[in-house]
Nanobody, 119 residues
Framework: QVELADSGGGLVQAGGSLRLSCAVS?????????TDWFRQAPEVEREFVAK????????VYADSVKGRFTISRDNADHTAYLEMSNLKPKYTAMYYC???????????WGKGTLVTVSS
């Protein structure tokens, strides 16, 4: 059974930083999986934040977080990360990690970690 445990959220003041983690279990290898981070604020649809390809060769960011967030992953450790800096109150949301297989499109989700940015 595949499980994603996302963690690292919390309360932070505007301008602060957080590092989210996503630990994957139940997958023999992360090869061919893309890692995504999404977020969902109250009464707002879930939105894409960032993704990184399995070989760490490239990453993509939503325009709203470019220059502030950095996505990375450690394939050997089966863990993905989202470094967030210079946070704004509008970034307050539940953040979810996800792994999707590039071949069969099987997708797995974490349960989310709450990030609250105070002004």
């Amino acid at each position: 059974q595949v499980e994603l445990a996302d963690s690292g959220g919390g309360l932070v003041q505007a301008g602060g930083s957080l590092r989210l983690s996503c630990a994957v279990s139940g997958l023999a290898t992360l090869r061919s999986y893309i890692t995504d981070w999404f977020r969902q604020a109250p009464e707002v649809e879930r939105e894409f934040v960032a993704k990184i390809y399995w070989n760490n060769a490239s990453s993509v960011y939503a325009d709203s977080v470019k220059g502030r967030f950095t996505i990375s992953r450690d394939n050997a450790d089966h863990t993905a990360y989202l470094e967030m800096s210079n946070l704004k109150p509008k970034y307050t949301a539940m953040y979810y990690c996800s792994f999707i297989h590039t071949g069969c499109a099987a997708r797995y989700w974490g349960k989310g970690t709450l990030v609250t940015v105070s002004s």
